[in-house]
């Protein structure tokens, strides 16, 4: 595995980075300021992009110390579709392995889902399947 890449994640990613990422992580990145009261990253999590011969391109998050997790993830996704599977990987992580419930559905026990709706993808309700914010657009939740 070749690192090719890490930067912050909310931060514009490095030249080498295909442009088809740039948007969907900060969006994603954005939208992790909004972690429920009281939750936390590890400190210093980052982008982390590298690749495999066989695999192609592998997006996660790390740390100095190494990475948290990767997915194999293809950047010539729909942007919606690209975008919400980013957010849902990151998702997957942070319920499993940080025990974070991210993002909190206003007025729900449970974290909104990510859907591949529109170009950008959208954050759901999983009860009652309302979109309730773009991704990358927490912070106008109301
Ligand atoms: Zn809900």
Request: proline residues 14%; aromatic residues 8%.
């Given at each position: ?43 210093g999590v980052r982008w982390e992009l590298s690749e495999e011969g066989y ?58 889902a990510p859907a591949p709706a529109g170009t950008r993808g959208w954050w ?19």
């Open positions: 595995m070749r690192t090719i890449a890490v930067w912050p994640l909310d931060g514009p990613p490095p030249e080498n980075v295909p442009a088809e990422f740039h948007a969907p992580c900060a969006r994603v990145g954005r939208d992790l300021r909004h972690l429920p009261a009281g939750d936390r990253l590890p400190a695999s192609g391109f592998l997006l996660g998050l790390g740390t100095a110390r190494g990475p948290l997790f990767t997915r194999e993830t293809d950047p010539y996704l729909p942007p919606g579709l690209l975008t919400a599977y980013i957010a849902e990987q990151v998702q997957d992580h942070l319920t499993g392995y940080e025990f974070v419930q991210w993002p909190a559905c206003p007025g729900h026990t449970h974290p909104m759901h309700c999983r009860r009652s399947g309302r979109p309730l914010a773009r991704i990358g657009d927490l912070a106008a939740t109301p």
